[in-house]
């Protein structure tokens, strides 16, 4: 990945988060106007929806530069905490 596609890419995860930003202050201004709690709901599953695709960039994108660079450079070492980072992770949000 050049990095003009690194930066469009960067660029792009920054407006997904601005806009989810924007999205959970409306869910805060629908509590305080004390909207329906389904509507409310409704939105923090949006909320929810958007921040794991926010993720999946995220993660593709270390896929893509950090994980590869080390197993490119054949260094085995910064493999494995490459891949020991994102299981721990994956460990740590299950609990």
């Not at 929810?48 to 270390?62: V, Y």
């Not at 590869?68 to 740590?92: N, P, S």
């Amino acid at each position: 990945m050049d990095q003009a596609d690194k930066a469009d890419r960067r660029e792009a995860k920054v407006h997904r988060l601005n806009r989810i930003a924007g999205q959970v202050q409306g869910v805060a201004r629908m509590v305080a106007e004390g909207r329906y709690c389904m509507d409310i709901l409704n939105q923090v599953q949006a909320v929810k929806a958007a921040l794991a695709k926010a993720e999946a960039e995220i993660l593709r994108d270390h896929a893509a530069t950090c994980v590869h660079e080390a197993i490119r450079a054949g260094d085995a070492q910064a493999t494995q905490m490459k891949l020991d980072e994102l299981v721990g992770l994956f460990d740590r949000s299950r609990r």
